[in-house]
């Protein structure tokens, strides 16, 4: 099976997808390959690995993708991202972090560098044509933004140039001063497709009906949404310079009063600055009707988080939820 959508490009003459986007078990595969496994996504926090000679096993999007990587960091403290799945007999080499300077697949003995390179098998020596680069452990494209760590996949676009995008407005916040906050951070489960919890997101139209608190924080009559590739950013403007910004000379929106930057990079990650920091919101499918919500906080002024759009996290999810 092939799905095929088109949403028309003029806004005035677009509709909603057709219910069978949300309801197919074959298009929510074909999503799967089509979309997730040629995107950027949220790997961890730099601090999960801080020494060298370490490797942390990590599964990307859980069993939905059942992508297994390996986080390491060698000797020169250098970050790789690289498969977990052994190039001999496709046996998964790590299942905990561990502190050591080279992969030992545990089925046949096949080692590798912290860089995923080949160094040795045992019973080859007089093997021909061997050992070649499909040998090798498989390299996948790795960002660190501030305290994140973000991993690419096959065909996935260019984040280095969303993250200059997002730079635009925010880069004048100190982004590697941020800094993870296990305690405002929290996991939810909605009963609802992916795509329509991103759908609900991408639309501010609700926000007077549904979130009255963050209603009252925001000037809805100046919600602003604005068109990047592979990402947008909706920005949420205060009455008054109370919890807002304090935006530098020459920011595009300098002497105006923005509470927040909601950005939504393709196809299932959620920026939400707020002068107190970052709420990245990563939305995880399960089923087409079940998903996973992972709320992670960033803080780097613990002092602005009360009476801004950003202190109804919480309350603002159950009530999408409802």
Request: glycine share 4%; proline share 5%; charged share 25%.
């Amino acid at each position: 099976m092939n799905p095929k959508f088109h949403i028309h490009p003029e806004i005035e003459k677009a509709e909603t997808l057709p219910s069978s986007f949300y309801l197919s078990d074959p298009v929510f595969e074909a999503l799967k390959e089509k979309v997730f496994l040629e995107s950027w996504q949220y790997l961890c926090n730099a601090e999960d690995i801080q020494n060298a000679n370490e490797a942390i096993p990590i599964n990307v999007l859980g069993d939905f993708l059942n992508e297994s990587v390996i986080l390491s960091k060698d000797t020169s403290n250098n970050l790789n991202c690289i498969s977990n799945v052994c190039t001999h007999r496709a046996n998964l080499i790590l299942n905990e972090k561990v502190n050591t300077r080279e992969l030992v697949c545990n089925y046949h003995g096949r080692r590798f560098g912290l860089d995923g390179k080949f160094k040795f098998m045992p019973e080859f020596k007089q093997a021909e044509n061997f050992p070649m680069p499909c040998d090798d452990l498989h390299r996948f494209p790795l960002i660190q933004w501030g305290p994140m760590l973000f991993v690419g996949f096959s065909k996935s676009f260019d984040f280095q140039s969303v993250i200059n995008t997002m730079k635009q407005r925010i880069g004048f916040l100190p982004i590697d001063d941020f800094v993870f906050d296990a305690s405002r951070s929290k996991d939810y489960f909605v009963n609802a497709h992916w795509a329509l919890y991103c759908d609900n997101y991408l639309e501010g139209f609700h926000i007077p009906f549904v979130h009255k608190d963050l209603n009252e924080a925001l000037d809805y009559g100046k919600y602003t949404t604005k068109l990047y590739d592979n990402c947008n950013l909706q920005i949420g403007y205060a009455d008054n310079d109370a919890n807002t910004f304090d935006l530098p000379l020459g920011h595009p929106d300098y002497g105006k009063n923005v509470a927040s930057y909601y950005y939504w990079v393709f196809p299932n990650m959620m920026f939400n600055f707020y002068p107190w920091g970052l709420s990245l919101n990563i939305v995880k499918p399960i089923s087409k009707d079940l998903t996973k919500l992972s709320f992670l906080s960033y803080v780097w002024d613990e002092s602005k988080i009360e009476g801004g759009a950003g202190e109804f996290l919480d309350r603002v999810e159950k009530e999408d939820e409802a």
